[in-house]
C-alpha cells in the first residue's frame, strides 16, 4: 500500500481539486443569476488561461512574482508565523534594487544584475525581518504588524518617486531613476515571458528541499507545531522564527527586484498591482507547500490573465476575476476541515 | 526590452520637428491596402468607463466611433498603467482581431511604442500629444490642448468670484496640470488681476476622500471657485455644491452635479479618432500627432450653469472666439512664475499650438500659492 | 459676510472637521469588531465587508429613496458577510485570519461587480446636525456639521460598554471570548454566541460603509475604501477592545488622515505622501510601546487567535 506520506499527498491534492470544483460550480451558479452562460464563461476563462500560447504566456507572466510573493507567506507560514506582508516586502525590494543598480554604475552586466537582485531580496528580507523582531522582541502580532508595513511601503515609494530619486525627464508619470540598461534581463528562450519565472520556479524547488529534506526545515516545522515543544527540543525558536520571516521577506524582495530588472526598468506605481496580496492566497491553497505553489501560482496567474477576455467577450465587471478567486480561496479554506477525516487502511 | 526614454534633451531637440509638424500640414502616413474593410476597434481604459470624467470622456467617443460603417467595438477597463497593458493589448490583437486600439490612459503611451513595430498592420491610437520624429508610424498621438477651456473658465470664475480666491486640485504632479492651472490662473487674472489661486495636488489620478477633503479645506481657507483635474471630478464638484461655492468641470459636462454652482466646464472631444478608424479601414493618410485647441475643434466648454449672467456670458464666448481664429495667445510677455522668476520678456509670445514649451511647462503663473516640486 | 482668511486656524477648524466626518466609518467598524473578537473570532474580513456595505447602502437608497433604508440594507448585507465567516470558520482546523483575508478579496470582488450599475447616479445623503448655526464663518459651520450617523455611534459606543459591563449578554460574550472551556461548562454554545457576534460585527461594520457612499464622500465608485476596514481591526487593538477607546481613537485616526488635505490647502505641500502612512506608523508604534511579549495584551480576550 502506499505510504502515509503518500495519502497525504493524495488527500491534500484531492480536497483542493474538490474545492476548487466546488468553487467554480458555485461560481457558474452566481453568473447564471446574473444572466450570463456559466459554460461559455468557462471556456472563455479556458481559452484567456491556456486556450493559445499567447494565453500561455500571459498566464506564466502573471504567475511568476506570484510564486515568490506566495513564499513570503509560505515559509513563515511553517513556522507558525502568519505574515501577509509580501506587498511591502516587494515594493521595498524594488526601490532597494533601483537604488543598488544605480550606485553600481559601472559595473560589469552580469555582477550588475546579480547584485540589483540580491539588493531586493536583502532589502525584502530585512522588511519582514523587522516585523518578525515586532513579534519576538515586543509580541506585536506578525499579520497586524504586516499588514501596516505594506501600506507604510507604498508611501515611502510614493513618497521616494515624487521627489529624492525621482528622474525628472520623465513626464509621464512619477518615475525613479532607471537601473543602467545592460543590467537589464530578457525572456526564456522559446517563451515570450522574462526570466523571472525561472527565478520563481527555481527558489520553488529549492525552498522545497530546503522546508522538506533539511534539518533546518524540520526544526522551522516543529516550531509551527508548537511552540512549546520546539522550547522543550531545545530549539533556537527565536533564530528560526527570524530565518523564516527573512527567507520568505527575501522571496518577496525577489519578486520586486525582478520587476524591475526584467520588467519596469525603474520604480514607479506600477510595482503596486497587488501581486503581494495574490501570493497570499496561493501559498494558503498550496497548503504552504512550496513546490505545489508552483501549479497553483500557474493556475491562480490563468484566472487573472483571463479577466480581459472576459470582460471583452461578456461585458462584465473587471471584478468577475476577483471573485471567482475569492470563491476558490473560502472553499480551499473551508476544506481544511475534511484533512484527516480518510485513514489510509491498515494492511 | 528598452524604454524609450523621454529625456529633457530629447524633448528639446526635437522641439523645431514638433512645431513643424503641429503647426503646419500634420506628418503623413498611409497603410498598404484601400478598401473599406470590417474592422474591429478595442478601447481600453484605465478605470471604469463611467467615472463622470477621463474615461467617459472616451468611452462616449467609443460609442460614436462605433456607429461608423463596419466598425465593431470591443472594450476593456480597469487595465493599470503597467506592462499588464502590453498583454492586454496584445490579447485584443490576437484573441479579438482588433485592428485599431485606443490605450486611452495617459501612462499607456511606453507600452504602445514597445509592441507597435511588432503589429504594422495595427493602428495605435493615444491621448496623449507625445509622438515625435522616430517613433512607431502606426502610433497617433492625439490631444486637444485643455489650457485653453480652462483659460475660459477661468475668465468665468474670475468674474464669478467674490473674494478673489479659486482652488485648483490636481491630480499628479505632470505638464499637462500645469498647463490647466496656468490657464484658469492667466484667464482669472485677464478680467481680476488680484485673483490668487490656492494649487492642491492629491497624487492620485482617483481618490475621492482625498479630493472631498481637500476641496473642504480650500473652501475653508476662502475659495470660492473650485475646479478639479481628477479622473473623475464629481465628488469634488459635488461637495464644493454641498458647500454652496462655484465649480468648473473637467473632461464632459458635469452641469447636471451642481445645478446651482456650475459656472462651465473644460472638455474633449475625442471624437477625432473615428477619423483615423475611418483613415486606417480606407488606407487613406493620417497624421501622427495631432493637437490643438479650439481652432481644430479638439476641446469645448461646458454649458453654462445658470449661475452665470449674460455679461459673463459673452465674455467667455468672445474670448472661445479668439481662440478659434487663433488672436488670442495664452502664453505672452511679460509673465513671471509665482517664485518671482521671469518666464517671459515683453513682448514674447508662445504660440498656443507650440507643444514643445507646453511639454515643458514646470512652473505655475503668478497668483499660484503652490509648488510643482518639478525641476 | 466676508470670509476672511483663517490662515492657520483654518487648518485646526479643518481638521476637527474633518475628524468627525472621516472617523465615522472608523468608528462603526471598531465598534463591530469589538464585538466579534470579545467573542474570540478575529474578523480580517471587515474591508470587503465595508465595500459591500456601501455598495449595497447606496443600491438600496438610491433604488428606494431612502438613505435609512440603505443604511439598514448595509448593515445586512454585512451581517451576510459575517454569517458566511462564523460558518467557515466554526467549521474544525479553520484559520480565522485566512477566512478573513478571503472575505475581503471576496466582498471587495462582489461589491464592485454587482456595483456597477450604481457607480453613476447620485444617491441621496443622510441628515446632519448643524451645530455651528452661531458662527459666521461658513467653513466653521461646516466642520461643525455633524452628521446623523457619528452621532449614532456616540451613542452606541458607552451603549455597548455598558452593555459589556453590566448586562447577561456582555458576560456571555466576554466568557466565550475568555475561556471556551468555562463557557462550555456553563452550557452555552460557543459557535452559537461567535456567530451572532461576527454578524453583529459585519452590521455594524456594513453601516460604517453605508456612511462613505450616503454621506461623505457621497457617492459610490470604485475607490471608496482605502484600506479603513484593515485598520480598524489595529485600532481595536490600540483601543483595548474597549467600546468607549474606540470612539476616541477614532477621531484620532480621522483627524490624521485629515491634517494631509488641511495642510495642503494652505499651500504646506511637500510630502503628502508621507502624510498617508501618518495613520499606519501611528498605529504601528502604539501597538509596539504597549505590546510586551510577557504580559497578554491588557483587555485582549484569551481565546483570540492573534494572542495564542
Redesign the interface.
Known amino acids: 500500500m502506499l505510504s502515509a506520506g503518500a495519502w497525504r499527498t493524495i488527500e491534500a491534492a484531492a480536497i483542493s481539486i474538490g474545492a476548487i470544483v466546488v468553487a467554480l460550480v458555485v461560481y457558474g451558479a452566481f453568473i447564471a443569476l446574473n444572466g450570463i452562460d456559466p459554460v461559455a464563461v468557462y471556456r472563455v476563462l479556458y481559452l484567456g488561461a491556456f486556450g493559445t500560447l499567447f494565453s500561455l504566456e500571459a498566464t506564466l507572466t502573471l504567475a511568476a512574482p506570484l510564486m515568490l510573493t506566495a513564499l513570503c507567506t509560505a515559509i513563515p507560514a511553517r513556522a507558525g508565523l502568519l505574515v501577509i506582508g509580501a506587498e511591502g516586502a516587494l515594493v521595498v525590494g524594488g526601490l532597494a534594487a533601483v537604488l543598488a543598480g544605480v550606485s553600481a554604475g559601472g559595473a560589469p552586466p552580469y555582477l550588475g544584475t546579480v547584485l540589483v537582485l540580491l539588493a531586493g531580496a536583502l532589502a525584502g528580507g530585512a522588511w519582514i525581518a523587522f516585523a518578525g523582531a515586532l513579534r519576538l522582541w515586543r509580541g506585536v502580532n506578525e499579520t497586524i504588524s504586516t499588514l501596516l508595513l505594506n501600506y507604510i511601503a507604498i508611501a515611502m515609494l510614493n513618497h521616494l518617486i515624487s521627489g529624492p530619486i525621482r528622474d525628472f525627464g520623465e513626464t509621464l508619470k512619477a518615475t525613479s531613476w532607471s537601473i543602467p540598461a545592460p543590467f537589464r534581463i530578457g525572456t526564456l528562450p522559446y517563451l515570450n515571458v522574462h526570466w523571472g519565472l525561472a527565478f520563481g520556479i527555481v527558489s520553488c524547488v529549492v525552498l522545497w528541499f530546503v522546508m522538506r529534506r533539511t534539518t533546518f526545515g524540520f526544526a522551522v516545522a516543529v516550531l509551527g507545531g508548537n511552540v512549546r515543544a520546539a522550547q522543550l527540543a531545545g530549539l533556537a525558536t527565536a533564530r528560526l522564527s527570524m530565518a523564516a520571516c527573512i527567507i520568505g521577506g527575501a522571496a518577496a524582495g525577489l519578486a520586486g527586484a525582478i520587476e524591475i530588472v526584467a520588467v519596469h526598468g525603474a520604480a514607479s506605481e506600477s510595482l503596486v498591482v497587488g501581486f503581494g496580496y495574490g501570493g497570499i492566497l496561493i501559498a494558503f491553497l498550496a497548503r504552504q507547500n512550496p513546490l505545489a505553489i508552483i501549479p497553483v501560482a500557474i493556475l491562480v496567474g490563468g484566472i487573472s490573465a483571463s479577466g480581459g477576455l472576459l470582460q471583452r467577450r461578456f461585458d462584465m465587471p473587471g471584478a468577475a476575476t476577483a471573485v471567482l478567486q475569492g470563491c476558490i480561496f473560502i472553499t480551499v479554506l473551508a476544506g481544511n476541515t475534511f484533512y484527516g477525516r480518510w485513514r489510509p487502511s491498515r494492511a | 526590452?528598452?524604454?524609450t526614454?523621454?529625456?529633457?534633451r530629447s524633448m528639446l531637440t526635437s522641439t523645431g520637428n514638433i512645431v513643424a509638424v503641429s503647426a503646419l500640414a500634420p506628418l503623413f502616413a498611409r497603410r498598404a491596402d484601400a478598401a473599406v474593410t470590417p474592422i474591429t476597434v478595442?478601447f481600453i481604459y484605465a478605470?471604469?468607463r463611467?467615472?463622470?470624467g477621463w474615461n467617459q470622456a472616451h468611452a462616449v467617443a467609443a460609442r460614436k466611433i462605433a456607429q461608423l460603417e463596419g466598425v465593431k467595438l470591443?472594450?476593456?477597463?480597469?487595465?493599470?498603467?503597467?506592462?499588464?497593458v502590453e498583454?492586454?493589448m496584445?490579447?485584443?490583437i490576437?484573441?479579438?482581431n482588433c485592428k485599431v486600439l485606443f490605450p486611452t490612459s495617459?501612462?499607456f503611451?511606453?507600452f504602445i511604442q514597445k509592441i507597435a513595430s511588432q503589429y504594422p498592420d495595427v493602428l495605435f491610437v493615444h491621448a496623449?500629444g507625445?509622438w515625435k520624429e522616430g517613433d512607431a508610424k502606426n502610433t497617433i498621438g492625439y490631444r486637444g490642448y485643455m489650457e485653453e477651456p480652462h483659460y475660459l473658465c477661468g475668465i468665468a470664475a474670475g468674474r464669478m468670484t467674490k473674494?478673489g480666491k479659486l482652488?485648483f486640485i490636481g491630480s499628479?504632479?505632470?505638464?499637462f496640470i500645469f498647463n490647466n492651472c496656468n490657464g484658469f490662473i492667466l484667464g482669472a487674472r485677464s478680467v481680476r488681476p488680484d485673483a490668487t489661486c490656492?494649487?492642491?495636488?492629491?497624487?492620485?489620478w482617483?481618490?475621492?476622500?482625498?479630493?472631498?477633503?481637500?476641496v473642504?479645506?480650500?473652501?475653508?481657507?476662502?475659495a470660492?471657485v473650485i475646479v478639479a483635474n481628477v479622473d473623475?471630478p464629481?465628488?469634488a464638484i459635488?461637495?464644493a455644491e454641498r458647500?454652496?461655492v462655484y465649480s468648473c468641470g473637467y473632461h464632459t459636462d458635469l452641469s447636471a452635479?451642481a445645478p446651482n454652482g456650475f459656472l462651465t466646464g473644460a472638455e474633449w472631444n475625442w471624437a477625432k479618432g473615428g477619423d483615423f478608424v475611418k483613415a486606417w479601414q480606407t488606407g487613406a493618410l493620417y497624421p501622427n500627432l495631432y493637437r490643438g485647441g479650439f481652432k481644430r475643434d479638439m476641446v469645448a466648454i461646458s454649458p453654462f450653469g445658470k449661475a452665470v449672467p449674460e455679461p459673463v456670458r459673452a465674455e467667455v464666448d468672445k474670448a472661445r472666439q479668439a481662440f478659434t481664429d487663433d488672436s488670442l495667445q495664452l502664453y505672452k510677455g511679460p509673465l513671471k512664475d509665482n517664485e518671482g522668476n521671469v518666464v517671459l520678456k515683453e513682448g514674447e509670445v508662445i504660440g498656443n499650438e507650440d507643444n514643445a514649451f507646453k511639454?515643458n511647462v514646470k512652473f505655475l503663473v503668478e497668483g499660484a500659492?503652490?509648488?510643482t516640486?518639478?525641476? | 459676510m466676508n470670509e476672511l482668511e483663517l490662515g492657520w486656524w483654518g487648518v485646526l477648524i479643518a481638521v476637527i472637521g474633518g475628524a468627525i466626518r472621516i472617523s465615522t466609518p472608523y468608528l462603526f467598524v471598531s465598534l463591530g469588531e469589538t464585538l466579534t473578537e470579545k467573542s474570540g473570532r478575529v474578523n480580517l474580513g471587515l474591508e470587503g465587508t465595508l465595500v459591500m456595505g456601501a455598495m449595497s447602502g447606496f443600491a438600496v437608497g438610491y433604488l428606494s429613496g431612502s438613505p435609512w433604508l440603505g443604511v439598514i440594507a448595509a448593515g445586512l448585507a454585512g451581517s451576510g458577510l459575517g454569517l458566511l465567516h462564523a460558518a467557515v470558520c466554526n467549521l474544525p482546523r479553520v484559520n480565522d485570519i485566512a477566512v478573513g483575508i478571503a472575505l475581503f478579496l471576496f466582498g471587495t470582488g462582489l461589491a464592485m461587480f454587482l456595483g456597477k450599475p450604481f457607480i453613476a447616479p447620485r444617491g441621496p445623503r443622510l441628515p446632519s446636525l448643524e451645530l455651528g448655526g452661531w458662527s459666521a464663518y461658513p467653513s466653521v459651520r461646516a466642520a461643525l456639521e455633524i452628521n446623523a450617523l457619528f452621532i449614532v455611534g456616540l451613542i452606541l459606543a458607552p451603549v455597548l460598554y455598558w452593555g459589556l459591563r453590566h448586562t447577561r449578554w456582555g458576560l456571555v460574550l466576554r466568557t466565550v471570548g475568555d475561556s471556551a472551556d468555562a463557557a462550555r461548562a456553563l452550557g452555552y454554545s460557543i459557535e452559537r454566541v461567535r456567530t451572532l457576534a461576527t454578524m453583529a460585527g459585519g452590521f455594524l461594520a456594513g453601516v460604517g460603509g453605508s456612511f462613505l457612499s450616503l454621506y461623505y464622500p457621497g457617492n459610490w465608485n470604485e475607490g471608496l475604501s482605502s484600506g479603513q476596514g484593515l485598520m480598524a481591526v489595529a485600532l481595536v487593538i490600540f483601543a483595548r477592545w474597549n467600546p468607549l477607546s474606540c470612539f476616541w481613537v477614532s477621531l484620532l485616526f480621522g483627524a490624521a488622515a485629515a491634517l494631509g488635505p488641511a495642510l495642503q490647502s494652505v499651500g504646506i505641500a511637500q510630502g503628502y505622501y508621507l502624510f498617508n502612512a501618518a495613520p499606519y506608523v501611528l498605529t504601528l508604534i502604539i501597538l509596539t510601546w504597549s505590546s510586551s511579549t510577557r504580559h497578554r495584551l491588557i483587555g485582549a480576550p484569551s481565546e483570540l487567535t492573534i494572542n495564542k
Open positions: 526590452m528598452d524604454r526614454h523621454l529625456t529633457r478595442g478605470a471604469t463611467q467615472d463622470f470591443v472594450e476593456q477597463e480597469k487595465v493599470p498603467e503597467t506592462a499588464e498583454k492586454v496584445e490579447g485584443m490576437k484573441l479579438d495617459f501612462g503611451w511606453p496623449g507625445l473674494t482652488g499628479k504632479p505632470l505638464y490656492q494649487v492642491a495636488i492629491t497624487g492620485d482617483d481618490n475621492p476622500v482625498k479630493e472631498a477633503e481637500t473642504n479645506g480650500l473652501v475653508d481657507q476662502g470660492d473623475s464629481k465628488v459635488e461637495t458647500r454652496g452635479l511639454l500659492i503652490g509648488r516640486g518639478l525641476k
